[in-house]
């Protein structure tokens, strides 16, 4: 008889913390959401959009201010440090209604 030993660690490093969690805009209007984190050495936000019915798109990521191109001009990225950074919708419409989310990562460019 084989026996196999396997052990799974999990580590709950920290939180990304988004908000608000919900918000309705009137059309025309502009909105930030804002995303904030606790691991210093993640350097990078990224910012997905996820409409009903559709697969996760990416907007853009901080590093940089790297846009994807179908959101560039009303999707604006800010990052005021390390640990936090917001997304700015201007001029939104109904088809920007969908869910936004934040994520964080360590970018591998070392310039």
């Known amino acids: 008889k084989i026996s196999r030993l396997m052990t799974v660690q999990c580590h709950l490093l920290s ?3 988004q908000t608000p969690s919900e918000v309705i ?4 209007q ?16 990224l910012w997905y959009q996820h409409e009903h019915g559709q697969g996760m798109n ?11 191109d179908g959101f560039k001009g009303r999707f604006k990225l800010k990052k005021t440090d390390t640990l936090n950074g917001a997304l700015e919708i201007s001029n939104l419409s109904l088809s920007d ?3 936004y989310y934040c994520a964080v990562s360590m970018h591998s460019a070392t310039n």
């Not at 805009?25 to 025309?28: D, L, P």
């Open 15 to 17: 939180s990304v913390d």
């Open 25 to 28: 805009v009137r059309s025309g």
């Open 30 to 45: 502009a909105y930030t959401l804002s995303c904030s984190h606790s691991i210093s050495s993640y350097n990078t936000i």
């Open 58 to 68: 990416i907007i853009g990521y901080s590093f940089h201010s790297t846009h994807n």
């Open 97 to 99: 209604s969908a869910v």
